[in-house]
């Protein structure tokens, strides 16, 4: 009985033992901190080490390319889908060098949607854009603010607001289709004709699209390679020559397509590239909650940085803009975000094919921005612009 009561007496006091030295130890008596980020954010941060991102010691490029490719398309928990398009034209408007016309089309198995495509009169194939719109917490507009809608007054008047306000007051896509591309754009789950959201019904979506076992970010994803293949498809369209072109929230989708579609031949982004560490800090936009949930593919981090699946385009010809002012994309990070792409277009040899600049300017993409960027596509595609 003696023994049983030394072995529990220095049990007692190695309990104690511990639990004094437990007690020197802070006890964490916050989950968050600033703009709801956990308070282990640095902990965190320091275990993304991105895996699958490219590095000097990669050789086999295309090996990469897949292996990256494929991780995406698991975390996108989206089932491949070929589901035949069968366009329906359902309005037309002569616009002089350029016909508009409204279409109906299978976007998915389980979408058929409204588009608006615009295609150049006279003899083609002709090169081509899929356009891709931004996020901006507006939601009653979408392929609307890339090219000019007709038929409803209401709608005009807002989308004119919206080019006014990013866009020196003229469509893009119009503007682009009088040089001669085919141009089209369709709405984001969400927006436009398939809206309107509201700012706070996104999370809300966002939970029940994981409650059902898949993604909005990644339906976001399988929707925006669907619309490239679909303006690949179509006759008057040069395969060999579709870009996808994109602003803001747009952007990102733009070169995510271009990572994940053969369809799309070259990319122009405009204001949305950083890496994940430069937008995971107090007072950026990307806290919020709500629109992040659009470009979050769940676990994603764990294996690839944003520059990092953007990088699985290469070595398609790619132009990314940056706002010098942008408060949205800090600079630094977004410079960050470059160099890593410079290297993997470079282990390509197709450095030539990168190019980014800076302009001094916010999140916007002015008159002159647009003449630059359609220019640099005239050159990739060999156009010459009507």
Do not use: C
């Not at 503007?175 to 984001?188: H, I, N, S």
């Amino acid at each position: 009985m003696g023994r049983t009561l030394g072995i529990w007496a220095g049990a007692l006091l190695m309990a104690t033992s511990l639990n004094l030295a437990a007690a020197e130890k802070p006890v964490q008596s916050t989950g968050v901190t600033k703009d709801n980020l956990p308070v282990m954010t640095a902990q965190i941060k320091a275990r993304l080490n991105f895996p699958l991102a490219w590095t000097p010691a990669t050789k086999d490029l295309a090996a990469w390319q897949k292996a990256g490719r494929t991780k995406v398309w698991e975390l996108s928990l989206q089932q491949p889908d070929a589901t035949p398009f069968e366009p329906q034209v359902l309005e037309e408007q002569d616009r002089g060098s350029y016909v508009a016309r409204k279409i109906a089309f299978n976007l998915t198995a389980d979408s058929r949607v409204m588009g608006l495509l615009l295609v150049p009169k006279g003899k083609g194939p002709f090169p081509a854009a899929v356009m891709y719109h931004d996020h901006g917490a507006k939601f009653d507009i979408g392929k609307e603010k890339l090219i000019q809608p007709w038929g409803d007054e209401a709608k005009l008047a807002t989308a004119k607001a919206w080019a006014k306000k990013y866009f020196s007051e003229r469509f893009p896509g119009d503007a682009l289709a009088e040089r001669g591309y085919v141009v089209f754009a369709t709405d984001a789950l969400g927006w436009g004709d398939r809206g309107a959201l509201t700012y706070d019904m996104q999370q809300a979506l966002a939970a029940n699209f994981v409650n059902m076992g898949s993604s909005i970010a990644g339906l976001m994803a399988l929707e925006d390679t669907r619309a490239a293949a679909f303006v690949a498809s179509l006759p008057e369209v040069d395969r060999r020559k579709v870009a996808a072109v994109g602003f803001s929230m747009g952007a990102f989708r733009a070169w995510q397509a271009a990572a994940l579609s053969d369809a799309i031949t070259a990319t122009v982004a405009v204001n949305w590239m950083a890496t994940a560490d430069g937008l995971m800090v107090p007072g950026n936009n990307q806290l919020k909650g709500g629109s992040a949930w659009m470009m979050a593919h769940p676990g994603l981090m764990r294996f690839l940085d944003y520059p990092d699946v953007a990088s699985l385009a290469a070595p398609k010809p790619t132009l990314m803009f940056a706002g010098e002012q942008d408060p949205l994309f800090p600079v630094e990070s977004v410079k960050t975000a470059y160099a890593k792409m410079v290297q993997v277009w470079a282990a390509f040899g197709a450095g030539k094919r990168f190019e980014t600049r800076f302009w001094p300017l916010g999140h916007v993409f002015v008159q002159e921005e647009q003449d630059f960027a359609y220019a640099w596509l005239d050159r990739q595609f060999d156009h010459q612009p009507h």
